[in-house]
């Protein structure tokens, strides 16, 4: 039987299991299993300069394509602690990665040795598993485990803790004949199919609200074929924004209280039945319960048997992966179609495009300082439908999300229920790691870009070009907001006079010198007509240098974008789109009635 160390077992099986890229920084604990990466070939690392943002390049690096699990490795301690944020963060949005942590040897991890924690215990709330392993020869069976654990239901996190001695202690392990472990997925059955599409046929106003398990289970295509078939209009919500085109006439829009679309609230206001695939009805999609479930209908499908119900109760849960169900959909609805028993929706999806023809938020501004919603117009205009955008959440994440445009599947990767401010960087570093050869643009506020903006070093050492969109109004724009309820305005503001950049006045940080102290390019801009040149200029700055290169657009300091605690009663707090030149970049421009 061959023997190696149990790390050189460990890294034999990260291969078979098809893991061709890991992010880390390593440490004194976590060096053999270094060593065992550099002689087994293979791996390509990328070194970040913290330990968080690691896990969030494997995060980034997961959601980009299908099969994907990033891997993050740290040492002892701190390493593993550092990436609690990353680990709580694809437990939300049911992301599969691996944290890999070095640990003090056992003989002496309760003896309070220098940097041994409990890493284990403290990771067991937001992982799928949490394993110290404490004899060498379960190594490759706790490895084996973690991915079927990772791809099994609803996927998720798992960190595998390994102490010293035992990442060097010489193991009998046979990799040639090493296999993964089947990967279990519960799967709806034709009578619960058959029933859901009874409710459905049965409806006047159908929706169909495809969420993040939609883009997980790489059922996009599918569930786009259920909605033509069906002639059902789809709401995507933020996590599964992208699984039917936003040009696609059967794309309702988002609904929500934060990330929606005028047209996307007013359908679902005026729908009486919906079908929930891989959503978890979060609270921003909601908003009120009472306004959201009253007078509907509720079919939903989820992968996690005890979601269903956990936020209400719907008339009807299946609980299966969405590409399973999606099948038997798509299977029913043919056969129904060819003995014409499904409905003519002409009139329902009708009024839905008249909506999302009318009911627009105005982007059209011409004001210096810029207003917000003018970026996301010119971004529209210079970014074409493959890009792949990359945001955490603030001010920005929702204006985005209101005004920017998703045709695919994995092409707007958000941290969804965490929200981490310094997810942005690392999580595009891993888009871009995974996918070179799309353009890769990163949206933040100016907040969220200071939280791990060393991570741009890790761009221009590994030479991974990207794009990142930063609207800078030196405030914390969101907790402004929200603190308006509280009549205060308190620890929100970040201005001062940076006695290095006089030229900035009250902006503070000079982004520009920092981003290229880093070895990264940067261009500022302060006037709207500068926004498209600025954002071709990117491009090619990207192209040449394989630098991320930013894009600091300098905002008004105070800018309320629409939201609210109800669907029904968002605040719109700008003017609204009256005129085709207010919204020209929407989906379905306004018509000038004059002509």
């Given at each position: 039987m061959p023997r190696m160390t149990a790390a050189r077992a460990a890294v034999e099986i990260l291969k078979r299991e098809g893991v061709t890229d890991a992010f880390g920084v390593p440490g004194a604990a976590i060096n053999p299993f270094y060593k065992a990466l550099e002689q087994a070939g293979g791996i390509d690392h990328t070194l970040a300069r913290h330990v968080e943002?690691?896990?969030?390049?494997?995060?980034?690096?997961?959601?980009?394509?299908?099969?994907?699990?990033?891997?993050?490795?740290?040492?002892?301690?701190?390493?593993?602690?550092?990436?609690?944020?990353?680990?709580?963060?694809?437990?939300?949005?049911?992301?599969?990665?691996?944290?890999?942590?070095?640990?003090?040897?056992?003989?002496?991890?309760?003896?309070?040795?220098?940097?041994?924690?409990?890493?284990?215990?403290?990771?067991?709330p937001v992982t799928k598993a949490a394993t110290t392993v404490l004899e060498a020869a379960q190594v490759p069976g706790v490895f084996q485990q973690a991915f079927h654990l990772m791809r099994s239901g609803r996927p998720g996190p798992v960190l595998i803790d390994l102490p010293i001695d035992v990442q060097l202690t010489e193991i009998e392990f046979d990799i040639e004949t090493y296999e993964p472990l089947p990967v279990y997925k519960p799967s709806a059955t034709r009578a619960q199919i058959a029933k859901a599409l009874t409710l459905l046929t049965g409806s006047e106003r159908p929706l169909i609200v495809a969420g993040g398990g939609v883009i997980n289970a790489d059922a996009s295509d599918l569930l786009v074929e259920f909605a033509e078939l069906t002639g059902t209009p789809v709401v995507p919500t933020l996590m599964g924004w992208g699984t039917i085109p936003d040009d696609h006439d059967l794309n309702a829009g988002m609904v929500g209280i934060q990330t929606s679309h005028r047209y996307g609230n007013e359908t679902f206001l005026a729908s009486d039945f919906v079908l929930g695939?891989?959503?978890?009805?979060?609270?921003?999609?909601?908003?009120?319960?009472?306004?959201?479930?009253?007078?509907?209908?509720?079919?939903?499908?989820?992968?996690?048997?005890?979601?269903?119900?956990?936020?209400?109760?719907?008339?009807?849960?299946?609980?299966?992966?969405?590409?399973?169900?999606?099948?038997?959909?798509?299977?029913?609805?043919k056969e129904l179609k060819a003995e014409g028993r499904l409905p003519d929706r002409t009139e329902w999806i009708a009024s839905v495009l008249e909506r999302?023809?009318?009911?627009?938020?105005?982007?059209?501004?011409?004001?210096?300082?810029?207003?917000?919603?003018?970026?996301?117009?010119?971004?529209?205009r210079a970014f074409g439908a493959d890009t792949r955008y990359v945001t955490t959440i603030g001010l920005s994440q929702i204006a985005g999300a209101q005004m920017l445009h998703v045709y695919r599947p994995r092409h707007w990767i958000n941290c969804g229920q965490a929200g981490p401010l310094g997810w942005t960087i690392p999580a595009a570093l891993g888009v871009a790691k995974a996918d070179p050869d799309t353009t890769v643009v990163a949206l933040s506020g100016d907040y969220d870009f200071q939280f791990m903006l060393e991570e741009l070093a890790v761009g221009a050492q590994h030479k991974i070009p990207y794009v990142h969109v930063l609207v800078n109004n030196a405030y914390l724009g969101l907790i402004r907001q929200a603190q308006r309820n509280l009549d205060i305005n308190f620890q929100v503001n970040?201005?001062?006079?940076?006695?290095?950049?006089?030229?900035?006045?009250?902006?503070?940080?000079?982004?520009?010198?920092?981003?290229?102290?880093?070895?990264?390019?940067?261009?500022?801009?302060?006037?709207?007509?500068?926004?498209?040149?600025?954002?071709?200029?990117?491009?090619?700055?990207?192209?040449?240098?394989?630098?991320?290169?930013?894009?600091?657009?300098?905002?008004?300091?105070?800018?309320?974008?629409?939201?609210?605690?109800?669907?029904?009663?968002?605040?719109?707090?700008?003017?609204?789109?009256?005129?085709?030149?207010?919204?020209?970049?929407?989906?379905?421009?306004?018509?000038?009635?004059?002509?």
């Amino acid at each position: 039987m061959p023997r190696m160390t149990a790390a050189r077992a460990a890294v034999e099986i990260l291969k078979r299991e098809g893991v061709t890229d890991a992010f880390g920084v390593p440490g004194a604990a976590i060096n053999p299993f270094y060593k065992a990466l550099e002689q087994a070939g293979g791996i390509d690392h990328t070194l970040a300069r913290h330990v968080e943002g690691a896990s969030h390049m494997a995060e980034g690096y997961t959601r980009t394509k299908v099969g994907n699990i990033g891997v993050c490795i740290g040492t002892s301690g701190p390493a593993g602690t550092d990436m609690i944020t990353g680990l709580y963060s694809a437990t939300g949005d049911s992301i599969p990665i691996l944290c890999i942590t070095g640990q003090a040897p056992t003989a002496v991890i309760h003896k309070e040795d220098f940097q041994a924690v409990d890493i284990a215990s403290i990771a067991k709330p937001v992982t799928k598993a949490a394993t110290t392993v404490l004899e060498a020869a379960q190594v490759p069976g706790v490895f084996q485990q973690a991915f079927h654990l990772m791809r099994s239901g609803r996927p998720g996190p798992v960190l595998i803790d390994l102490p010293i001695d035992v990442q060097l202690t010489e193991i009998e392990f046979d990799i040639e004949t090493y296999e993964p472990l089947p990967v279990y997925k519960p799967s709806a059955t034709r009578a619960q199919i058959a029933k859901a599409l009874t409710l459905l046929t049965g409806s006047e106003r159908p929706l169909i609200v495809a969420g993040g398990g939609v883009i997980n289970a790489d059922a996009s295509d599918l569930l786009v074929e259920f909605a033509e078939l069906t002639g059902t209009p789809v709401v995507p919500t933020l996590m599964g924004w992208g699984t039917i085109p936003d040009d696609h006439d059967l794309n309702a829009g988002m609904v929500g209280i934060q990330t929606s679309h005028r047209y996307g609230n007013e359908t679902f206001l005026a729908s009486d039945f919906v079908l929930g695939i891989g959503n978890r009805w979060a609270n921003r999609h909601t908003g009120a319960l009472d306004v959201y479930t009253e007078g509907r209908t509720f079919v939903h499908v989820d992968i996690e048997p005890t979601q269903i119900g956990k936020i209400f109760a719907p008339d009807y849960g299946i609980a299966s992966d969405a590409k399973d169900a999606l099948k038997l959909f798509v299977e029913v609805a043919k056969e129904l179609k060819a003995e014409g028993r499904l409905p003519d929706r002409t009139e329902w999806i009708a009024s839905v495009l008249e909506r999302k023809g009318t009911l627009h938020r105005r982007t059209h501004f011409d004001n210096v300082p810029l207003k917000p919603q003018r970026v996301y117009e010119e971004m529209n205009r210079a970014f074409g439908a493959d890009t792949r955008y990359v945001t955490t959440i603030g001010l920005s994440q929702i204006a985005g999300a209101q005004m920017l445009h998703v045709y695919r599947p994995r092409h707007w990767i958000n941290c969804g229920q965490a929200g981490p401010l310094g997810w942005t960087i690392p999580a595009a570093l891993g888009v871009a790691k995974a996918d070179p050869d799309t353009t890769v643009v990163a949206l933040s506020g100016d907040y969220d870009f200071q939280f791990m903006l060393e991570e741009l070093a890790v761009g221009a050492q590994h030479k991974i070009p990207y794009v990142h969109v930063l609207v800078n109004n030196a405030y914390l724009g969101l907790i402004r907001q929200a603190q308006r309820n509280l009549d205060i305005n308190f620890q929100v503001n970040l201005e001062f006079e940076n006695i290095n950049s006089p030229e900035l006045g009250v902006y503070g940080v000079d982004h520009v010198k920092v981003v290229e102290g880093l070895g990264c390019k940067a261009i500022r801009v302060t006037e709207p007509d500068q926004l498209l040149p600025a954002f071709e200029e990117a491009k090619k700055l990207a192209a040449e240098y394989r630098v991320p290169v930013v894009v600091e657009a300098v905002l008004e300091r105070i800018t309320n974008i629409s939201m609210g605690v109800r669907i029904d009663k968002v605040n719109e707090w700008e003017e609204l789109a009256t005129e085709p030149g207010h919204a020209p970049t929407e989906i379905k421009p306004l018509v000038d009635k004059a002509v």
